[in-house]
């Protein structure tokens, strides 16, 4: 009784640090069109903000998985907090002094923080109780993930994209108290929501410091990274979740930029439906918002409807082969790109939109069918698998770079060819009879 208690009161710690660290990585989407105009940047230029954010995953993932072993698990929760508190505290002096480079350094701590409570806290979850329970454990924890992804956008459309940004040469055209009123309240709109964060990472740290947290089984002696990197599968798994990730970030990055190269702050405001929908999660009227904010806000179905489609999912995945699920709910996303790339207004914009749907079982799936039957390889496949999150690094920058040329439609080109993978990668492992759930 008391085991079940003290696994109980993990879970619920454990799960709070998805919610976190879901949270945090949606919203790091929200400064991007922010810092697009800051720094007047191009739009592959813009994606390097994802390139340093999950770059840290390519990077420290391996080293991360020895230092844990070192130092267990609970201190290694306790490190990641406190590093993601560093990197939220460096927001300050970004947006103080409007460095580029320091948003940079700073995108990167939080991400390094975050990589720890990756690699940490998935494995931590697993173990919580009877082996037969753990993928359905993980996936309830990534549900929270879900909602913290859901609740990321409106936050920062409300906070962040909200007040008119000034390019250089307008802020130069100020003069004396007007250009420091502006400066001091531009910062304000980044150092504030970051501060907070800080200060709640603070609490959740001290929180995992004095939890009582059962011991997880040491890792040292269960296999090599080379006979991980021999297995196929575990090889093509890795693949499928660096598209993945890499499909999701990008769409997500630049949703935004995407529905203002479009023109849909007008069709929004002119449509009743949609106009209620902005003023109600804006808590105002759309005349004093920014038309970052009033697109921003829809992102918020992005990323919902991946927790939504999760539990739609995690059915679905035990009346059907979940190889068979993850390749049609990949054709589907493609399907769904097509018609947005085919059409424009409200159809382009849901149908979008829509993708996070079914982006939704991807992630536990594609990790769940690359680790079946590896046995003693799993901690280390569990590795390669977090390294493989880099595809956020990578494919957003490219498609950035695309748009600057070919323009989003175009681009989009990049994403249907990475869901393609994902068809290819669930119809070869369709007989797979795995429980995501």
């Known amino acids: ?13 454990l799960t709070v640090l998805f919610f976190l660290w879901g949270f945090i990585t949606v919203l790091v989407d929200s400064l991007i ?14 994606g390097l903000v994802q390139f340093a954010f999950f770059g840290a995953y390519f990077l420290l993932s391996i080293p991360v998985s020895y230092i844990l072993s070192k130092i267990g698990y609970k201190k290694g929760i306790i490190l990641g907090l406190s590093t993601m508190a560093l990197g939220c505290l460096l927001f300050y002096p970004a947006a103080s002094y409007r460095e580029f480079g320091i948003f940079m350094l700073a995108y990167f701590i939080l991400a390094a923080g975050m990589t720890v409570l990756q690699v940490a806290a998935n494995p931590f979850v697993a173990v919580l109780g009877s082996e037969d329970g753990a993928s359905s454990r993980l996936n309830l924890s990534q549900a929270f993930n879900s909602l913290g992804t859901a609740v990321a956008p409106a936050v920062g459309a409300l906070f962040i994209l909200s007040d008119v940004i000034k390019t250089k040469d307008e802020i130069a055209e100020l003069e ?34 004095f939890a009582k947290l059962p011991n997880m089984i040491s890792e040292t002696s269960s296999g090599t990274y080379r006979e991980a990197f021999k297995n196929k599968k575990l090889m093509q798994g890795v693949l499928g979740l660096f598209f993945y990730v890499g499909a999701e970030v990008a769409i997500g990055s630049y949703l935004v930029n995407y529905f203002l190269d479009m023109n849909l702050v007008s069709v929004i405001k002119e449509n009743g439906f949609m106009r209620t929908i902005a003023e109600g999660i804006l808590n105002s009227g759309l005349v004093e918002r ?3 904010a009033v697109v921003g806000v829809f992102v918020t179905f992005y990323w919902s409807g991946a927790m939504i489609g999760r539990f739609a999912g995690a059915y679905l995945t035990r009346i059907i082969k979940p190889g068979k699920v993850l390749a ?29 749907l079914f982006n939704s079982i991807m992630f536990p799936t594609i990790f769940t069918l690359a680790i079946d039957g590896i046995g003693h390889l799993k901690p280390k496949a569990s590795g390669l698998l977090c390294t493989a999150i880099v595809g956020g690094a990578i494919i957003p920058p490219m498609f950035g770079f695309l748009t600057d040329y070919i323009a989003f439609k175009n681009a989009l080109l990049l994403i249907i060819l990475c869901y393609a993978y994902i068809v290819w990668f669930g119809y070869k492992n369709g007989k797979a009879q795995v429980a995501v759930v």
């Open 1 to 13: 009784m008391t085991d079940q208690k003290s696994y109980r009161s993990a879970f619920i710690l």
């Open 33 to 46: 069109p922010r810092l697009r105009e800051l720094f007047t940047l191009t739009y592959f230029q813009a």
């Open 176 to 209: 004396g108290a007007a250009k420091e009123a502006y400066l001091t309240t531009e910062a304000a709109a980044v150092q504030t929501p970051f501060l907070g964060l800080a200060v709640f990472i603070g609490v959740i740290a001290i929180i995992f410091l």
């Open 290 to 292: 920014d038309d970052k």
């Open 328 to 356: 049609i709910f990949a054709t589907i996303s493609i399907s769904l790109i097509i018609l947005s790339v085919s059409t424009v207004g409200l159809v382009s914009m849901w149908s979008i939109l829509a993708v996070g």
